[in-house]
């Protein structure tokens, strides 16, 4: 479950790090700070103790789902996506259980499934490139297997890389 925070009350962001602390502060300053948005502050606490609690009674696949609503005994988790929310599903008397140890007056809990807008951003995918023992050595292993029918398609995979690293080499 995703870890809100606001204040040093609802404890550390997710990475611990002064920034998210000043952030944090900062947000929770201002919610104090205007006497509507002051209104909200006790809500969030709650909120974020409760996120809390279910992270802690869940297993750390279900670290993407959050908290939206509690209201009535009810509780209202969003799941980002069908698989998730299925085995949250399963995972629900379990969580309801271990919230009503912990005080939690929860008689209930449904299962939102939100996808999220947020863009993970793609890693770049590493390009490794061979040495030239390595190539040899390929090139040698195609040339000293038996011609079989099983090593015909390998045969003709490790002609195809020595032959595409000495294209490549030759364009350098």
């Not at 696949?61 to 009810?74: D, K």
């Not at 698989?83 to 005080?103: G, R, V």
Request: net charge positive; aromatic share 6%; charged share 20%.
């Amino acid at each position: 479950m995703r870890k809100l925070s606001f204040s040093s009350t609802f404890g550390q962001g997710p990475t611990g790090s002064n920034f998210s602390k000043s952030v944090s502060r900062e947000a929770a300053d201002f919610l104090r700070g205007n006497d509507k948005m002051a209104a909200l502050l006790p809500t969030l606490t709650r909120m974020a103790a409760l996120q809390k609690q279910c992270a802690a009674g869940l297993p750390n696949m279900f670290e993407a789902c959050e908290v939206l609503h509690f209201e009535g005994g009810q509780l209202v988790l969003s799941a980002p996506n069908a698989a998730l929310a299925t085995k949250l599903k399963q995972q629900l008397p379990k969580l309801q259980n271990y919230l009503l140890t912990e005080n939690w007056q929860v008689n209930g809990i449904r299962i939102k499934v939100q996808v999220s807008q947020k863009l993970q951003k793609l890693t770049p995918v590493k390009q490794f490139s061979l040495t030239p023992q390595a190539v040899s050595a390929f090139d040698t292993l195609a040339s000293t297997l038996e011609s079989s029918p099983r090593n015909e398609a390998l045969k003709a995979a490790l002609a195809s890389l020595v032959r595409r690293y000495k294209e490549e080499q030759s364009r350098k």
